[in-house]
């Protein structure tokens, strides 16, 4: 035998030792579903309407009224519509809700996975919080109550939920409240 076939043969058989030295302690399966369900989505009621990215102006509210922590206020009702009429691959029937991303930089899991305050030289100690439409907080940070505001299609179109408030995490202090949520949309 050629010495390069003897080295194949040893470098093999080391490799299927290596191989079987590491013995698994278990498996992870991954299960999912990819949708063909294709809607539109679009701020609704107290938003500025935008298509997939919208904006919920809160109102100004004196910092009274968030003078110690775990106060909130300026509750603003606010919806997302999903679908609309005529939109077929908007299906009937399915459920819509919300993903919030926990991945998103602003989540401050922290603070019960509200939304810290980007605003440059903002409002101080004071967050954003998210509710759903039994009035929930929704945790951002694990994606909690993202369910509660779940509705199904009807005429190719739903409309969720939702109310944007204040919420303080020591005496605030005055400002801008500029922040943001990244989020999707799945059907079930």
Partial sequence: MSKNLISAALFAAIGITSLSAAAADGKITFTGKISDVSCTIKGGDNTDG?????TVKLPSVSTTALATSGQSAGDTPFSVVVGGNGQTGCTNG???KMWFETSTP?????????????ATGGASN???GLLNKAGATIDLSNNAGGDGSAETIASNTATLKYTAQYYAIGAAGAGDVNTYVNYSVVYN
């Fill in 50 to 54: 935008g298509t997939s990215n919208f």
């Fill in 94 to 96: 399915k459920i819509a």
């Fill in 106 to 118: 602003t989540v401050d899991a922290a603070h019960g996975g509200r939304l810290k305050n980007t």
């Fill in 126 to 128: 004071v967050l954003v």
